[in-house]
């Protein structure tokens, strides 16, 4: 699969924002692993080491920081831990959501698979939705991450009878509606960093995203090859 280049949206030296394509991972998904992958491509654009912030799956595109320097990666570690960051996403679901505003608060444990689930042992975890586009059979959210564990959005939606269409790993029948990629788009990043404002970053879906919606506007099925 041929995949689109990723595209700096902002680099002032300290703090590296990029938009990352669907079907690129974060960081290798296992020690020692060679598969190509955002940070790589990032450090070799760049002639340098670079320090990772937060992670995009990788079937998942949109805008993602970096560090460029130890002192800057504390910093905005801290950040995403105190949940001073925004993170808002676009995703395409299964069906029609029962509220124009939901939230889901379900506690998510990882397993040894690699895949995550609703478990009462599992780390507190609250996303926020609100409608944005009724499609024809299913829905289109803006989603509000408000904490950041691995899967969330996927594995929350999934448990509200909603999965994400496309996906590959949460649902009946895989990927679920036939979608040829995973409808998450990390749309917008807001970090309260430097000056007297937050800086906020947006960037739109890419052209397979937005082929899809069109497709499902008119109770169309997915896109031809």
């Known amino acids: 699969m041929h995949l689109a280049t990723p595209r700096v949206l902002h680099d002032d030296g300290t703090l590296l ?13 296992r020690l020692g692993e060679r598969e190509q992958c955002l940070r790589a491509w990032a450090e070799a654009a760049f002639g340098k080491r670079l320090f990772v912030v937060h992670r995009l799956d990788k079937e998942t595109s949109g805008v ?12 905005l570690s801290m950040l995403f831990e105190r949940r001073a960051v925004s993170k808002t996403y676009l995703a395409a679901v299964l069906g029609h959501a029962p509220a124009s505003e939901f ?40 989603v ?8 969330q959005i996927r594995v929350h939606l999934f448990h ?14 895989r990927p679920v509606g036939g979608a040829r990629r995973l409808m998450l788009h990390a ?39």
Not at 67 to 72: G, L, R
Request: charged content about 25%; proline content about 10%; overall charge neutral.
């Open 17 to 29: 924002v990029l938009d990352k394509p669907a079907g690129l991972p974060t960081v290798p998904y």
């Open 103 to 142: 939230a889901i608060d379900a506690p998510l444990r990882e397993f040894g698979s690699g895949r995550v689930a609703v478990d009462p042992r599992g780390k507190v975890s609250r996303t926020v939705c609100r409608l944005r586009e009724r499609l024809h059979d299913d829905d289109l959210l803006e």
């Open 160 to 173: 509200h009878g909603h999965p994400v269409l496309g996906d590959p790993l949460y649902g009946a029948a």
């Open 144 to 151: 509000d991450l408000l904490t950041g564990r691995r899967h």
């Open 187 to 225: 749309w917008r990043l807001t970090l309260p960093v430097g000056g007297a404002a937050p800086l906020c970053f947006e960037v739109a879906p890419p052209p397979a995203f937005d082929a899809e919606l069109a497709a499902r506007r008119g109770g169309g099925a997915s896109p031809s090859a």
């Open 64 to 75: 993602i920081a970096f560090a460029h320097d130890a002192a800057t990666h504390r910093h």
